[in-house]
T-cell receptor
Framework: TAGITQAPTSQILAAGRSMTLRCTQD?????MYWYRQDLGLGLRLIHY???????GKGEVPDGYSVSRANTDDFPLTLASAVPSQTSVYFC???????????FGQGTRLTVV | QKEVEQNSGPLSVPEGAIASLNCTYS??????FFWYRQYSGKSPELIMS????GDKEDGRFTAQLNKASQYVSLLIRDSQPSDSATYLC?????????????FGAGTRLAVHP
């Protein structure tokens, strides 16, 4: 079973460029999340969505946007990347609640 | 104040000992509590969830929740070197609904033979 898939697995991006990190789940989960993970800071919530058509801001939303056009997909867009957005990005999904969250394999993004 | 606080460690325990990992949270009305394990370079994976006060046991793992003290812990009995990982505490704070899943920074556990 695929579960939750992120793409790309890694990327080097020039500062000022835009990029969309993709996340797709096949578990029909209502809730989806985007986190960034930086050394010593743990997982920090960027944006979340509790159901298709709705999104909310997390702990560190600035510089990022999301959309939730359907249940399966939850893309994260960086409109104009800055070096401080260098991080490992994890997408996760869970049934309503939230219940147990399942994570994708992560995307390692380096902004230079 | 961070919503979820954990000691970053590392917590070093000998093989076969009990490892005790602690977590405090700021939102008194948080509803759901989780412990995730993350090996280096890998994604987090759920090992325990707890929703009511008291203890919950699953194999070598016991989660303990005290909502009055806003405290949740994870005990790992008979620790093994394969338990060496970062353990992340997560809670669902109230924001008009229990919509978010907020993590602590994690505690790194090292089990030595």
């Amino acid at each position: 079973t695929a579960g939750i898939t992120q793409a790309p697995t890694s990327q080097i991006l020039a500062a000022g460029r835009s990029m969309t990190l993709r996340c797709t789940q096949d578990m029909r989960h209502n809730a989806m999340y985007w986190y960034r993970q930086d050394l010593g800071l743990g997982l920090r919530l960027i944006h979340y969505s509790n159901t298709a058509g709705t999104t909310g801001k997390g702990e560190v939303p600035d510089g990022y946007s999301v959309s939730r056009a359907n249940t399966d997909d939850f893309p994260l867009t960086l409109a104009s990347a800055v070096p401080s957005q260098t991080s490992v990005y994890f997408c996760a999904s869970s049934d309503s609640g939230p219940q147990e969250a399942f994570f994708g394999q992560g995307t390692r993004l380096t902004v230079v | 104040q961070k919503e979820v606080e954990q000691n970053s460690g590392p917590l070093s325990v000998p093989e076969g000992a009990i490892a005790s990992l602690n977590c405090t949270y700021s939102d008194r009305v948080s509803q759901s509590f989780f412990w995730y394990r993350q090996y280096s370079g890998k994604s987090p994976e759920l090992i325990m969830s707890i929703y009511s006060n008291g203890d919950k046991e699953d194999g070598r793992f016991t989660a303990q929740l005290n909502k009055a003290s806003q405290y949740v812990s994870l005990l790992i009995r008979d620790s093994q070197p394969s338990d060496s990982a970062t353990y992340l505490c997560a809670v669902t704070p109230w924001d008009g609904g229990y919509n978010k899943l907020i993590f602590g920074a994690g505690t790194r556990l090292a089990v030595h033979p």
